[in-house]
């Protein structure tokens, strides 16, 4: 079930879904969450580090998983989403570093790297999940004709998307990770709450069809229709189709 909010502006949008995180943070023993890479959640996160600086709201207690990762990076590289989120989030917080969960790009194995990403999970109940959602419909990297049912997967990236990426591997597309790994929907669907993310123009139709449209592997998101507990915060131009 879908409860959508607009706001007027992105850092309206962060203050609500950091309001919605520092709930489950406050409430819960052992706070399980879920977090994303990508620019939809940057502002939240930026919210969380200035209330732990100035009010000491303490992250400690928390485990956290990430979504996805790319394969065949080393952590230390800039576009690692490992580089990201430290940049991001986690150097700013006083999660220990044995509690945060990325999957392992790095690994020998990346299959098996899939498998035990997926059972770590498994260990928990995710409390709350955030999601931005791509202009196709995907969430994670769960790109349209991902089965429901697909649990933590190697994702071979597709052409368009490492065309789109190149400008952050200084233009040069070989320099782009050919592939992924990535929690499956049904991995994120067994989240207690879920907040999404999602600003401009680019994002209507997709947010549309998540919450307007079929189900359907067209656009993986629709998954979420499925969903018990999903908060979709969006501005005017990406609420514009619905
Ligand atoms: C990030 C992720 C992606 C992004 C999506 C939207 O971990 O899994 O699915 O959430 O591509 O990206 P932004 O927020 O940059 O528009």
């Given amino acids: 079930m879908f409860k959508t909010i607009i706001k007027d502006n992105y850092d309206q949008i962060s203050s609500e879904a950091f309001r919605i995180m520092k709930e489950v943070v406050k409430e819960k023993e052992r706070p399980v969450l879920g977090l994303a890479t990508g620019s939809s959640p940057v502002g939240m996160y930026k919210k969380m580090i200035a209330d732990h600086n100035s009010n000491g709201t303490s992250y400690k207690h928390c485990v956290t998983f990430n979504l996805d990762e790319y394969v065949g990076l080393p952590k230390s590289h800039d576009q690692s989403y490992y580089t990201f989120m430290h940049e991001n989030l986690f150097d700013g917080l006083d999660i220990p570093e044995e509690n945060i969960h990325i999957p392992s790009g790095d690994a020998d194995d990346e299959k098996q790297a899939c498998v035990d990403y997926e059972n770590a999970l498994k260990q928990y109940v995710v409390d709350i999940q955030l999601l931005g959602i791509g202009s196709d419909g995907h969430i994670a990297f769960n790109e349209p004709g991902t089965p429901f049912d697909a649990e933590t997967h190697l994702v071979k ?52 069809d998540m919450i307007k449209g079929e189900k359907t592997t067209d656009c993986p998101a629709s998954i979420l229709q499925d969903h018990p507990d999903v908060t979709v915060i969006l501005d005017k131009d990406a609420a514009s189709l619905l």
């Fill in 157 to 208: 990236l597709e052409e368009q998307t490492r065309i789109d990426n190149a400008r952050f591997f200084d233009d040069d597309i070989d320099e782009v990770p050919t592939q992924a790994i990535t929690q499956g929907l049904a991995s994120i669907m067994r989240a207690r709450k879920i907040v999404l993310i999602a600003t401009g123009k680019k994002k209507a139709q997709a947010v549309r």
